[in-house]
């Protein structure tokens, strides 16, 4: 007889004559916290998904608003659900792989009591009360950094401690996969959390992309891979495939694994070796995987029957095939070719929530419900745990084929020329097919819960023969034995502990300086060169809007981030350099995009479009699912309060600095970088996406957009469509001047009904909006949508004809104007006097755009707010302005003023 692949047969024989005390009331204690958390997190999740398509609901409070929904969502999984899962299935596994009890009873109890009520439920609290971090998979505040901290070196303390007398030949697989998570994620969590917010900018981005791998690669994937290895061969009661093979997928994985974190930020201004040395771990990883999941499997040869009828295998095996599917998919989405396409879109959501719920989740699953069926006392109920995975799989299924196809549509709408708003507008029916696919999902995980409590209660006293345990001596069947593997290794590593440390230490070092202490020196030498010598820090107010921006989530919608691929730059501007965030603690340039990245929206858009934009979404962006923040306000968007104020000094000052640098800035677009640009790429290549000061309210460059003399109905119905979506909120729907964001804006969006515009004003308007006010550039619609708006727009207008003016009526209207309008409009009316060159928004040209007379009236008598326009009423009689009235209008149209074509 060959010796089993679990070391020496004659040694675990001897270990399964006595059993170690367990903790069986710590396993039901975390048991039951981990299906609390889980369904808790999982109505997070849920309303965070709700909130997509219904954007006011629950929005009245901040405790309500996504961002912060978000946050608990994430780590109420990561340490709520996952951690109390794993914790329990530790007091389970360690004292059967070392043959020892756990270090302490009591000790055990004091970390129950710290992660939970310390660590989670404050977190969650606190998270609520606006109190976080604005970084992926570390958002608990700092304080409650300290206490995870704690807890992870308590955790080290009880369940690595049984391990120290074990010798490193005999330590099971899954031993070395429980030492390996607990060891480097206590160095991990430490440096990821904590370095971030002591090193600025790209530099802290680069430690950020490494724990946001390192939270699911030396945390999550290590235990719950130790799960599948210590839950298959226990129910099978069969040997693993190849002890070799799992120990050279262990090394690999911690090897490996921490080299991935930046390919989070692949096109990033992180150096491209670093982003290059990412991808290429990353696809060395999922060769890893397919060596651990190619193992696993091969394990449960000839066991299609107890798969089929043991649920808790059935849930290790599902989970094995998602680490598998996760795996490649990740590997194959840090490619620099499929990463420009899909990143940031909700392909990346669906991955994360594959890995986390169908790999992770199935997987711990499938261990707890293993450990319940074992321990003495407790109910369990196969029935309802048989409907829950079947639930979770149906809810899984369609939630991640539903993100996929979304991130496909979004990632070809971001290459477009479409309006950023038509992506979210591209992804309403999936977003709320998501929502609906989180209902089976808790309900799945109620269930699960339900056969924690429920069913036969099993025998008080140890069964006798504990199929559990994974080092107890396998079938003898010698067909399915492979070959013996020797253990022997050097007495300076005859224990289990050092070689975990010495070898994890080293991977986990080596890391950090490859991917984030050398880049971070590069970065730094790539500032001082290219960083301009007078750059201007946060004012203390920007400085504590981006607070508020951090602690509301807005990182998690909006980047600050534009990528040095060829659809951002024409999309948002110049790449982001280095030196622009050298002085932000943390950074926010975030992994995903649902509104536009925000990097360039300095001089984009008006303060005043901006509260109004926060006080309610829609009443800019009609179609926005952003979440209101009223309680900033004072009632209404005009009338702002001092973190609104804040908030706002805040996204007015993004790309100031690029800006104000002008072509100098272009010298960071270098290196491994330039090769991602045009060959003609400067800063005459990058598109103004501000609105543009144009000479008489007319530019050459703007296509006209000519209406047919009799317009096609069909063309007139989608030019109201184009209209209703993405001017009504300004304008109105009735395009009075009566919008949602009306009362908020200086000045006021016009009635359209009261204003004559020539042709190529109106082009001109719609390509480079008017600056200094809230009409944005609309270059970015299709040519037909602009063909048809114009159609629209044209047909609401009621022309004036030019009025015929008597020669005293002439004189006495020519003698008025020019004492009093001269100065901004110019003689002859085209805005273009001696005052003009410094307001705006510019005075208006009245030879191409004609005022009714109620209009005229209106503006003559109160004036405009937020422009130079005073109001007249004060210092001229009714008289003199109705007699200035047609003399303006009998300027529209002469044709020796006219400027364009």
């Known amino acids: ?138 958002e608990f505040p700092l304080i409650v950094d300290v206490f995870v901290i704690l807890s992870f070196c308590l955790l080290l303390y009880q369940f690595v401690k049984p391990f120290f007398r074990v010798p490193a030949g005999e330590l099971y697989v899954s031993g070395w996969y ?128 107890k798969v089929g009828g043991n649920v808790a295998l059935r849930f290790t095996w599902f989970g094995v095939v998602a680490y598998l599917v996760v795996s490649l998919q990740g590997s194959m989405q840090a490619f620099m070719p499929i990463n420009r396409f899909i990143h940031f879109s909700d392909w990346v959501i669906g991955h994360s929530h594959l890995a986390m719920i169908g790999f992770a989740s199935f997987t711990a699953a499938g261990a707890l419900a293993h450990v319940w069926s074992n321990t003495p006392g407790v109910r369990y109920s196969s029935r309802a745990m048989n ?40 992804a309403y029916p999936y977003w709320f097919t998501r929502i609906l696919s989180g209902f089976p999902i808790i309900a799945g995980f109620i269930l699960f819960w339900v056969g924690l409590v429920t069913g036969p209660r099993n025998p008080a006293a140890q069964p006798a023969a504990d199929l559990t345990r994974t080092d107890a001596k396998p079938l003898q069947d010698e067909s399915h034995e492979p070959n013996a593997v020797d253990h022997g290794v050097p007495s300076i590593l005859s224990h289990a502990f050092v070689v975990a440390f010495v070898a994890g230490f080293g991977f986990f070092a080596l890391s950090f300086v490859v991917l984030a202490i050398i880049p971070g020196r590069n970065l730094q030498a790539e500032i001082d060169r290219t960083a301009p010598k007078s750059m201007q820090r946060l004012t203390a107010s920007e400085e504590h809007g981006r607070q508020l921006y951090g602690r509301e989530g807005c990182a998690y919608c909006h980047t600050e981030q534009v990528r040095t691929i060829l659809s951002d730059v024409q999309r948002f501007g110049a790449p982001t350099a280095a030196w622009e ?70 996204l007015q000052s993004l790309g100031r600095e690029r800006n104000n640098a002008g ?90 009904h009261m204003e004559h515009f020539s042709e190529a004003h109106l082009a001109t308007v719609l390509w480079d909006g008017v600056s200094g006010s809230a009409m944005p550039t609309w270059r970015q619609l299709e040519k037909s949508d602009l063909e048809d708006v114009t159609t629209y727009v044209r047909s609401l207008e009621a022309k004036t004809a030019s009025p015929m003016l008597s020669p005293d009526q002439q004189a006495g209207a020519a003698k008025l104007y020019a004492a009093n309008c001269v100065s901004c409009h110019g003689a002859t009316g085209r805005g273009d006097g001696p005052a003009a060159g410094a307001l705006k928004p510019s005075p208006v040209n009245f030879q191409v755009r004609q005022p009714s007379t109620e209009r005229a009236r209106i503006v003559l008598n109160d004036g405009i707010s937020g422009s130079a326009m005073p109001a007249w009423k004060s210092r001229l009689t009714q008289q003199e302005i109705e007699s200035l009235i047609p003399y303006i209008q009998s300027m529209y149209g002469k044709p020796m003023e006219m400027a364009h074509p």
């Open 1 to 138: 007889m060959k010796e089993s692949t679990y070391g020496a047969d004659t040694r675990l024989n001897k270990r399964t004559l006595a059993l170690p005390r367990t903790e069986h009331d710590l396993i039901r204690w975390h048991g039951h916290a981990a299906l609390i958390t889980v369904v808790i997190s999982a109505l997070f999740g849920i309303l965070v998904a709700t909130k997509f398509n219904f954007p006011n609901f629950m929005g009245g409070h901040a405790w309500e608003t996504w961002g912060r929904l978000r946050y608990n969502h994430t780590q109420g999984i990561f340490f709520g659900w996952l951690g109390n899962a794993f914790i329990a299935f530790l007091y389970y596994v360690v004292p059967r792989l070392t043959s020892r009890p756990v270090t302490s009873r009591k000790l055990g109890w004091t970390i129950f009591w710290v992660w939970n009520f310390v660590v989670v439920l404050p977190g969650w609290v606190l998270v609520c009360l606006g109190f976080s971090q604005p970084l992926e998979w570390a």
């Open 178 to 305: 429980i030492i390996g998570g607990l060891v480097f994620t206590t160095f991990a969590y430490t440096i990821g959390n904590i370095v971030p917010e002591l090193v600025p900018g790209a530099k802290g981005a680069a430690f950020s992309g490494l724990w946001i791998h390192d939270a699911v690669g030396l945390f999550v994937t290590p235990l719950a891979v130790a799960m599948a290895y210590y839950v298959i061969p226990a129910t099978t009661r069969r040997p693993i495939y190849s002890h070799f093979i799992s120990m050279l997928g262990f090394w690999l994985l911690f090897f490996i694994y921490p080299l991935n974190g930046t390919h989070h930020y692949v096109y990033s201004a992180i150096p491209m070796s670093a982003q290059r040395g990412a991808i290429i771990a990353s696809a060395y990883l999922g060769l890893d995987v397919i060596l651990v999941v190619t193992n696993l499997l091969l394990s449960l040869r000839g066991s299609g029957d």
């Open 387 to 426: 409907w829950a995975f079947w639930l979770l799989t149906i809810g899984l299924g369609l939630m991640v084929v539903d993100l996929t196809a979304a991130g496909l549509v979004e990632g070809q709408m971001w290459v477009s020329r479409a309006p950023w708003i038509d992506s979210v507008r591209a």
């Open 581 to 650: 965030t050298q002085y932000d603690y943390p950074q926010l340039w975030g992994t995903r995009r649902i509104g536009p990245d925000l990097a360039r929206e300095n001089g984009i858009r008006t303060e005043d479009w901006q509260y109004a934009h926060l006080y309610n979404p829609r009443s800019t962006v009609p179609d926005s699912i952003m979440p209101g923040y009223t309680w900033m306000f004072h009632g209404d968007a005009a009338k702002p309060g001092s973190d609104a104020y804040d908030l706002v000094a805040y």
């Open 663 to 752: 072509e100098s800035g272009d010298q960071q677009v270098d290196h491994g970088m330039a090769m991602e640009m045009s060959s003609s790429y400067g800063s005459q290549g990058v598109p103004d996406t501000h609105p543009r000061v144009t000479a008489f309210g007319l530019d050459d460059a703007a296509p006209i957009f000519a209406m047919a003399q009799s317009p096609d109905p069909n063309r007139l119905a989608h030019g109201h469509d184009v209209y209703a979506h993405n001017c009504s909120g300004c304008h109105g729907d009735n395009a009075d001047g009566k919008g949602l964001a009306g009362a908020a804006l200086r000045p006021r969006a016009i009635d359209l």
